[in-house]
Structure formats: C-alpha cells, structure tokens
T-cell receptor, first 112, second 112 residues
C-alpha cells in the first residue's frame, strides 16, 4: 500500500537532547497528523496540522506543515525517558476519500 | 469519556480459520476505520465505515471484510487466515468528515 517516507527510521538520543523527524510525500496533503505509539498500545494523536506553513506546539512538541504541502516536521525539545516510542506521521490527501496514509514510523529511544 | 475500545486484546488462530475482531467507537463518532500493523511496519489502511456503509477500502483481498452496526460499533472479519495475517489490528473512530482519528489499543492476531 501507499506510504509516506518518514525519517529517520530510528534514533538513539541522550536525555535532554532535542529530536527532529520528518515526513515527505510525492503528493499534496490537506492535513498532517502526528501520532505516538507506545509498545502494545494504539497510536495517540499528538498534533494536527490543517494549513500549509502552520506551526503548532503541544508542550515540548512542535510540528510544522510544510509550505509545499508535501512534507511535515516534528520536533521534540529536551527529551525525557517517557518520550520513548514510535512516532508516526499521517497525511490526508485531496481526493476527498478521508483516507489517511501513514508513515513507516520513527523509533525513538532515550538514554537516561 | 471512554475512548475507542477493541476486543479481544489477543487472538490466536490457525491457518484457514476465521477471525472476528470488534471495535466500539467513541460516543458520537459515526466513522470507524480499520488498519493493519504488521511487525516493524507502518499502518496499512483496511476499511472505512460510516453510517453503516463501507465508504472506502484499502488494497487487501476480499477475505478481509467487515460491517458496522446501527450503534456504530464495527466488526472486522478475516477469512481463510494466512500466516502473514499475523499483525496488530487497530481500529480508529472519528466524527464524519473529521480529520482527527482516535485509535483503540488494538487486537493482536497471531496465526499459527
């Protein structure tokens, strides 16, 4: 099936460091969502973006809707051990089918 | 307010059997989405139901089917199970036309 290109695939960082990850697509999207999935659980919505260029924060998390509408970025500042998990981006296209395409995920591990 | 619930949490079947997975959406949500998450992979869109009708379908064979009941809960049925059907099956719900999908904890299906 269709998927977004999400990078990096995995990251090992020290507690307190900042983290950046991104998603890119060959298609234009109307909406970008970022989810976090803890082991054995379903994804939890972190941030939703609805407009090109939009920059939205949720605590230590900041996400941006790329101006080209083909990419999005998620930054985590001052990482803590509970940030461990898999981060997924999801994009909703312009076809009106309300179907989301998900990225392959970025696996984040935080070393104390 | 209760979130999306799924049952069972785990399911073990053998090849050729049928599996039935259940999902109850957040109260007030009319749309239910099903995704497959194979080990190490992203989320693959399976099915979207709204108001009792199938609205969209991902690239999966017909042995993956489902339905939505009048109370908006949903079932996913997988017939003639194959080993590669082993995965985490996630259900999400949303208001009709909403960009935001909220996920349940998933059902982990193991096919032996």
């Amino acid at each position: 099936g269709q998927q977004l290109n999400q990078s990096p695939q995995s990251m090992f960082i020290q507690e307190g460091e900042d983290v950046s990850m991104n998603c890119t697509s060959s298609s234009i999207f109307n909406t970008w969502l970022w989810y976090k999935q803890d082991p054995g659980e379903g994804p939890v919505l972190l941030i939703a973006l609805y407009k090109a260029g939009e920059l939205t924060s949720n605590g230590r998390l900041t996400a941006q809707f790329g101006i080209t509408r083909k990419d999005s970025f998620l930054n985590i500042s001052a990482s803590i051990p509970s940030d461990v998990g898999i981060y997924f981006c999801a994009g909703q296209g312009t076809s009106g089918t309300y179907k989301y395409i998900f990225g392959t995920g970025t696996r984040l591990k935080v070393l104390a | 307010e209760a979130g999306v619930t799924q049952s069972p949490t785990h399911l073990i079947k053998t090849r050729g059997q049928q599996a039935t997975l259940r999902c109850s959406p957040i109260s007030g949500h009319t749309s239910v989405y099903w995704y497959q998450q194979a080990l190490g992979l992203g989320l693959q869109f399976l099915l979207w139901y709204d108001e009792g009708e199938e609205r969209n379908r991902g690239n999966f064979p017909p042995r993956f089917s489902g339905r939505q009941f009048p109370n908006y809960s949903s079932e996913l049925n997988v017939n003639a199970l194959e080993l590669e059907d082993s995965a985490l099956y996630l259900c999400a719900s949303s208001f009709w036309g909403s960009e935001t999908q909220y996920f349940g904890p998933g059902t982990r299906l193991l096919v032996l």
